[in-house]
């Protein structure tokens, strides 16, 4: 059974920085794409930042324009562990972010409903 879990969301300054965990079990993890997600109230769910498994332990990245340059993702494969570190943070990055996996990549990679896989989501909210 597949299991995506999220932690470290919370209540920031605008400016700081966060980083955010998603540990999975479940899965071939390092054979795995894993992303991030976030949702507004209101809004849909939006990409932010993806891993995509090349080969071997190759990893690239791909970020959403609004979170370039400030958003970081990464993972360590023998803890199945993916992290999105967020710095600079600004009032309209407040969302839950969720964490998702899949098993395959495609030119949707930005579209929620490319991947399996779903953690509960977790707060981040970023007061001005």
């Known amino acids: 059974q597949v299991q995506l879990v999220e932690s470290g969301g919370g209540l920031v300054r605008a400016g700081d920085s966060l980083t955010l965990t998603c540990a999975a079990s479940?899965?071939?993890?390092?054979?795995?794409?894993m992303v991030w997600f976030r949702q507004s109230p209101g809004k849909e769910r939006e990409f932010a930042a993806a891993?995509?498994?090349?080969?071997?332990?190759?990893?690239?990245?791909y970020y959403a324009d609004s979170v370039k340059g400030r958003f970081s993702i990464s993972r360590h494969n023998a803890e199945n562990m993916v992290y999105l570190e967020m710095n600079g943070l600004k009032p309209e990055d407040t969302a839950v972010y969720y964490c998702a996996a899949a098993g395959r990549w495609g030119t949707d990679y930005q579209s929620a409903s490319m991947y399996e896989y779903w953690g509960q989501g977790t707060q981040v909210t970023v007061s001005s």
């Open positions: 479940g899965v071939t993890f390092n054979k795995y794409n």
């Open positions: 891993s995509k498994w090349i080969g071997s332990n190759v990893y690239s990245t």
